[in-house]
């Protein structure tokens, strides 16, 4: 059996920048959600793309947070780290600060976690990607606590078994 790749994190880290324009707001003027689940969803996908070196489809997204609105003329930074990587799929961290046009003022606005499958060359169906080798402490622990997210996403589609389902709910009480 081939042995698989580690990365680490840092090699597929992505940071994308926009400038909330009218066009992007709701009638308040602030950025609407929508139009940054894709940014943050176009960035999350280049840093799974660059950490699997294949195409990347997106599966989910979960723990989205809004927690600031975004106005009119900010300039939003996403930045997005993978955190973990299963057999076929990946999951990376992505973190949305705003800061106004002279780079002051800046908080950070979101954060989620996005799910890619890496697919193969030929084929365009699952395939093996490299493993993600943390090297710090904050990498660590989002390392760890992947396996406890992906587990609830199982859960959540209905693939989780009897066993696995015991482990989370150890997890979770």
Not at 28 to 53: P, Q, S, Y
Not at 87 to 114: L, Q
Not at 139 to 160: F, H, N, P, T, V
Request: glycine share 6%; hydrophobic share 40%; aromatic share 8%.
């Amino acid at each position: 059996m081939e042995q698989r790749v580690s990365k680490k994190v840092i090699e597929s880290r992505t940071i994308m920048s926009e400038m909330i324009m009218p066009n992007d707001t709701n009638p308040i003027h602030n950025l609407m959600g929508g139009n940054l689940l894709r940014w943050m969803d176009i960035a999350a996908g280049i840093c799974a793309g660059k950490h699997c070196e294949k195409y990347v489809v997106t599966v989910s997204a979960d723990y989205i947070s809004f927690s600031q609105p975004i106005p009119v003329g900010d300039v939003i930074t996403i930045e997005c780290v993978v955190t973990r990587a299963f057999g076929s799929s990946v999951e990376v961290f992505v973190e949305v600060f705003s800061s106004d046009i002279k780079g002051k003022n800046t908080r950070k606005c979101n954060d989620a976690y996005f799910t890619f499958v890496g697919l193969g060359e030929e084929s365009k169906k699952p395939c093996q990607i490299p493993l993600v080798q943390p090297l710090n402490s904050e990498e660590q622990k989002r390392y760890e606590e992947a396996m406890k997210r992906r587990q609830i996403r199982l859960w959540q589609a209905g693939k989780l078994s009897a066993t696995d389902l015991e482990q989370l709910k150890s997890w979770l009480v």
